[in-house]
Protein backbone atom coordinates (compact mmCIF):
# COMPACT_ATOMS: atom_id res chain seq x y z
CA UNK A 1 0.00 0.00 0.00
CA UNK A 2 1.42 3.44 -1.34
CA UNK A 3 1.75 6.12 1.62
CA UNK A 4 0.44 8.28 -0.61
CA UNK A 5 -2.62 6.15 -0.78
CA UNK A 6 -2.28 5.33 2.71
CA UNK A 7 -2.78 8.86 3.84
CA UNK A 8 -5.39 9.50 0.98
CA UNK A 9 -7.77 7.13 2.32
CA UNK A 10 -7.89 8.19 6.40
CA UNK A 11 -7.78 11.97 5.51
CA UNK A 12 -11.29 10.66 3.52
CA UNK A 13 -12.75 8.63 5.80
CA UNK A 14 -11.36 10.73 9.08
CA UNK A 15 -12.99 13.53 8.06
CA UNK A 16 -16.10 11.87 7.33
CA UNK A 17 -16.48 10.25 10.56
CA UNK A 18 -15.69 12.62 12.98
CA UNK A 19 -18.95 14.82 11.29
CA UNK A 20 -21.32 11.21 11.23
CA UNK A 21 -23.92 10.66 13.61
CA UNK A 22 -24.05 8.31 15.97
CA UNK A 23 -25.64 4.54 14.47
CA UNK A 24 -28.68 2.89 16.23
CA UNK A 25 -28.32 -0.36 17.29
CA UNK A 26 -29.00 -2.42 14.43
CA UNK A 27 -32.32 -4.58 14.13
CA UNK A 28 -30.75 -8.15 13.94
CA UNK A 29 -33.12 -8.71 10.71
CA UNK A 30 -31.59 -6.03 8.85
CA UNK A 31 -27.97 -6.19 9.84
CA UNK A 32 -25.41 -7.26 7.17
CA UNK A 33 -23.93 -10.32 8.34
CA UNK A 34 -20.69 -9.82 9.72
CA UNK A 35 -17.56 -10.83 8.37
CA UNK A 36 -14.35 -9.65 10.02
CA UNK A 37 -13.95 -8.93 14.14
CA UNK A 38 -10.86 -6.57 15.15
CA UNK A 39 -10.00 -6.86 18.54
CA UNK A 40 -8.48 -4.85 21.28
CA UNK A 41 -5.84 -6.09 21.99
CA UNK A 42 -6.63 -6.61 25.59
CA UNK A 43 -9.52 -8.55 25.09
CA UNK A 44 -7.18 -11.10 24.23
CA UNK A 45 -4.49 -10.61 26.35
CA UNK A 46 -4.63 -10.14 30.50
CA UNK A 47 -3.15 -6.87 31.63
CA UNK A 48 -3.14 -7.72 34.82
CA UNK A 49 0.92 -9.45 34.98
CA UNK A 50 2.04 -5.86 34.51
CA UNK A 51 0.88 -4.99 37.88
CA UNK A 52 2.51 -8.31 39.56
CA UNK A 53 5.84 -7.32 37.56
CA UNK A 54 5.53 -3.50 39.05
CA UNK A 55 5.04 -5.33 42.94
CA UNK A 56 8.14 -6.90 42.53
CA UNK A 57 10.15 -3.58 41.36
CA UNK A 58 8.29 -1.44 43.83
CA UNK A 59 6.93 -3.38 46.87
CA UNK A 60 3.99 -2.62 48.60
CA UNK A 61 3.82 0.35 46.16
CA UNK A 62 3.22 -1.39 42.67
CA UNK A 63 -0.03 -1.05 42.48
CA UNK A 64 -0.16 2.40 43.07
CA UNK A 65 2.41 3.23 40.42
CA UNK A 66 0.91 0.82 38.00
CA UNK A 67 -2.21 2.83 38.39
CA UNK A 68 -1.11 6.20 38.08
CA UNK A 69 1.69 4.74 35.23
CA UNK A 70 -1.35 3.27 32.56
CA UNK A 71 -3.23 6.37 33.48
CA UNK A 72 -0.91 8.90 32.14
CA UNK A 73 0.10 6.25 29.44
CA UNK A 74 -3.82 6.62 28.28
CA UNK A 75 -3.18 10.39 28.43
CA UNK A 76 0.01 11.02 26.90
CA UNK A 77 -1.14 9.02 23.73
CA UNK A 78 -4.77 10.67 23.37
CA UNK A 79 -2.86 13.76 24.33
CA UNK A 80 -0.31 13.06 21.57
CA UNK A 81 -3.09 12.25 19.05
CA UNK A 82 -5.09 15.60 19.39
CA UNK A 83 -2.67 17.43 19.42
CA UNK A 84 -0.74 15.71 15.97
CA UNK A 85 2.49 14.69 18.05
CA UNK A 86 2.77 11.19 17.52
CA UNK A 87 5.25 8.77 19.10
CA UNK A 88 4.97 4.74 19.40
CA UNK A 89 3.26 3.54 21.94
CA UNK A 90 6.24 2.11 22.89
CA UNK A 91 7.80 5.63 23.58
CA UNK A 92 4.69 7.16 25.10
CA UNK A 93 4.99 4.03 27.67
CA UNK A 94 8.18 4.48 29.10
CA UNK A 95 7.76 8.36 29.18
CA UNK A 96 4.22 6.99 31.13
CA UNK A 97 6.65 5.17 33.32
CA UNK A 98 9.09 8.28 34.33
CA UNK A 99 6.34 10.83 35.26
CA UNK A 100 5.00 8.09 37.53
CA UNK A 101 7.53 7.55 39.21
CA UNK A 102 8.88 11.09 39.77
CA UNK A 103 5.10 11.94 40.63
CA UNK A 104 4.73 9.55 43.58
CA UNK A 105 8.72 9.66 44.37
CA UNK A 106 9.45 5.98 43.80
CA UNK A 107 13.03 4.71 42.50
CA UNK A 108 13.00 2.62 39.15
CA UNK A 109 16.60 2.16 37.74
CA UNK A 110 16.89 2.41 33.62
CA UNK A 111 17.47 -1.69 34.20
CA UNK A 112 13.91 -1.68 35.95
CA UNK A 113 12.11 0.83 33.24
CA UNK A 114 13.28 -1.85 30.89
CA UNK A 115 11.79 -4.38 32.25
CA UNK A 116 8.34 -2.87 33.14
CA UNK A 117 8.04 -1.40 29.60
CA UNK A 118 9.05 -4.75 28.25
CA UNK A 119 6.12 -6.67 30.75
CA UNK A 120 3.70 -5.20 28.35
CA UNK A 121 5.16 -7.39 25.69
CA UNK A 122 4.64 -10.34 27.68
CA UNK A 123 1.29 -10.54 28.42
CA UNK A 124 -0.30 -13.84 29.04
CA UNK A 125 -4.00 -14.86 26.98
CA UNK A 126 -6.69 -14.64 28.38
CA UNK A 127 -8.09 -18.75 29.11
CA UNK A 128 -10.57 -18.36 26.75
CA UNK A 129 -8.62 -16.86 23.70
CA UNK A 130 -7.16 -19.52 21.53
CA UNK A 131 -10.13 -21.84 21.64
CA UNK A 132 -12.10 -18.66 20.39
CA UNK A 133 -10.00 -17.41 18.37
CA UNK A 134 -9.77 -20.86 16.42
CA UNK A 135 -13.42 -21.30 16.11
CA UNK A 136 -13.84 -17.85 14.62
CA UNK A 137 -11.16 -18.22 12.23
CA UNK A 138 -12.13 -21.79 11.23
CA UNK A 139 -16.13 -20.61 10.50
CA UNK A 140 -14.02 -18.08 8.18
CA UNK A 141 -14.46 -14.78 9.64
CA UNK A 142 -11.29 -12.69 8.86
CA UNK A 143 -9.65 -11.55 12.08
CA UNK A 144 -6.93 -8.83 13.27
CA UNK A 145 -6.03 -7.07 16.28
CA UNK A 146 -6.66 -3.44 16.21
CA UNK A 147 -4.23 -1.58 18.72
CA UNK A 148 -2.80 1.15 20.09
CA UNK A 149 0.77 -1.16 20.64
CA UNK A 150 3.68 -0.42 18.73
CA UNK A 151 4.07 -3.05 15.84
CA UNK A 152 6.88 -4.47 17.81
CA UNK A 153 5.35 -4.34 21.18
CA UNK A 154 2.47 -7.02 19.25
CA UNK A 155 4.80 -8.72 17.28
CA UNK A 156 6.23 -9.92 20.66
CA UNK A 157 2.77 -10.97 22.15
CA UNK A 158 2.12 -12.57 19.23
CA UNK A 159 5.22 -14.74 18.78
CA UNK A 160 5.19 -15.53 22.57
CA UNK A 161 1.61 -16.96 22.38
CA UNK A 162 1.81 -18.55 18.78
CA UNK A 163 -1.14 -16.63 18.01
CA UNK A 164 0.27 -14.57 15.27
CA UNK A 165 -1.56 -17.62 12.54
CA UNK A 166 -4.79 -16.53 13.98
CA UNK A 167 -5.03 -13.32 12.46
CA UNK A 168 -5.56 -12.67 8.24
CA UNK A 169 -3.41 -9.36 9.35
CA UNK A 170 -2.16 -7.43 12.47
CA UNK A 171 -3.29 -3.69 12.82
CA UNK A 172 -1.25 -1.42 14.99
CA UNK A 173 -2.55 2.29 15.07
CA UNK A 174 1.12 3.14 14.04
CA UNK A 175 0.45 3.09 10.73
CA UNK A 176 -2.23 5.87 10.94
CA UNK A 177 0.44 7.47 12.81
CA UNK A 178 -2.00 7.90 15.76
CA UNK A 179 -4.23 6.55 18.67
CA UNK A 180 -7.43 5.37 19.20
CA UNK A 181 -10.34 6.91 19.80
CA UNK A 182 -8.94 8.99 16.36
CA UNK A 183 -11.14 7.92 13.75
CA UNK A 184 -8.83 7.73 11.89
CA UNK A 185 -7.15 4.55 13.97
CA UNK A 186 -10.25 3.04 13.67
CA UNK A 187 -10.46 3.23 9.48
CA UNK A 188 -7.29 1.11 9.56
CA UNK A 189 -10.36 -1.75 9.93
CA UNK A 190 -11.83 -1.21 7.05
CA UNK A 191 -9.03 -0.22 4.50
CA UNK A 192 -6.77 -3.38 5.12
CA UNK A 193 -9.75 -5.81 5.80
CA UNK A 194 -11.35 -4.52 2.71
CA UNK A 195 -14.61 -4.80 3.93
CA UNK A 196 -16.88 -1.97 5.04
CA UNK A 197 -17.39 -1.11 8.81
CA UNK A 198 -20.67 -1.95 9.02
CA UNK A 199 -19.44 -5.66 8.18
CA UNK A 200 -16.12 -5.91 10.91
CA UNK A 201 -17.17 -6.25 14.65
CA UNK A 202 -15.14 -4.64 17.37
CA UNK A 203 -14.16 -6.53 20.47
CA UNK A 204 -13.57 -3.40 22.83
CA UNK A 205 -11.44 -3.83 26.01
CA UNK A 206 -11.88 -0.34 27.51
CA UNK A 207 -15.25 1.16 27.81
CA UNK A 208 -13.68 4.76 25.75
CA UNK A 209 -12.60 2.45 23.64
CA UNK A 210 -15.93 0.57 22.90
CA UNK A 211 -17.46 4.09 22.23
CA UNK A 212 -14.94 5.33 19.98
CA UNK A 213 -16.00 2.22 17.77
CA UNK A 214 -19.40 2.81 18.24
CA UNK A 215 -18.58 6.69 17.05
CA UNK A 216 -16.93 5.49 13.77
CA UNK A 217 -19.59 2.85 13.10
CA UNK A 218 -18.39 -0.26 14.23
CA UNK A 219 -21.01 -3.18 15.62
CA UNK A 220 -19.38 -2.97 18.98
CA UNK A 221 -19.31 -5.39 21.94
CA UNK A 222 -17.94 -4.18 25.45
CA UNK A 223 -15.86 -7.50 26.62
CA UNK A 224 -15.60 -6.24 30.16
CA UNK A 225 -13.69 -8.64 31.69
CA UNK A 226 -12.72 -6.51 34.86
CA UNK A 227 -16.26 -5.26 35.55
CA UNK A 228 -15.30 -1.90 34.99
CA UNK A 229 -18.04 0.94 35.53
CA UNK A 230 -19.80 1.69 32.02
CA UNK A 231 -18.74 5.15 30.69
CA UNK A 232 -21.27 8.16 29.97
CA UNK A 233 -20.74 7.84 26.07
CA UNK A 234 -22.49 6.67 23.81
CA UNK A 235 -23.54 2.56 24.67
CA UNK A 236 -21.18 0.01 22.92
CA UNK A 237 -24.17 -2.41 21.00
CA UNK A 238 -23.82 -5.17 23.73
CA UNK A 239 -21.53 -5.87 26.47
CA UNK A 240 -20.57 -8.79 28.72
CA UNK A 241 -17.60 -10.57 30.55
CA UNK A 242 -15.98 -12.72 28.17
CA UNK A 243 -15.38 -14.02 24.30
CA UNK A 244 -18.52 -16.64 25.04
CA UNK A 245 -20.55 -13.41 25.34
CA UNK A 246 -19.42 -12.05 22.44
CA UNK A 247 -19.87 -15.19 20.41
CA UNK A 248 -23.47 -14.99 21.70
CA UNK A 249 -23.85 -11.20 20.12
CA UNK A 250 -22.56 -12.67 16.67
CA UNK A 251 -24.80 -15.02 16.60
CA UNK A 252 -27.89 -12.98 18.03
CA UNK A 253 -26.55 -10.48 14.59
CA UNK A 254 -25.45 -13.01 12.35
CA UNK A 255 -22.09 -13.37 10.71
CA UNK A 256 -21.15 -15.13 7.31
CA UNK A 257 -17.58 -15.49 7.33
CA UNK A 258 -15.15 -15.70 3.60
CA UNK A 259 -14.55 -19.52 3.87
CA UNK A 260 -10.62 -18.75 2.09
Known sequence: ??????????????????????????????????????????????????????????PKRGLELWSAWKTRQFEYSWLRASA????????????????????????????????????????????????????WKSSGLKLAPLANFSPKMITRLLDRSGFGSLFDVVLSTDRAKTYKPDPRAYALGPMFLRLPREQIAFSAFGGWDAAGAKWFGFPTFWVNRLGATGEELIPSDASGVDFAALASWLATIGHAGEHR
Do not use: N
Open 84 to 135: GKYVDFEAVTAQALTYAAKDLKVSVTPADQRRLVDSYSELEPWPDARDALLS
Open 1 to 58: MLRRELLGFLTTIGSSALTAPALAAPEPSKHPPIRAICFALLTIFDPRSVARVTETIV
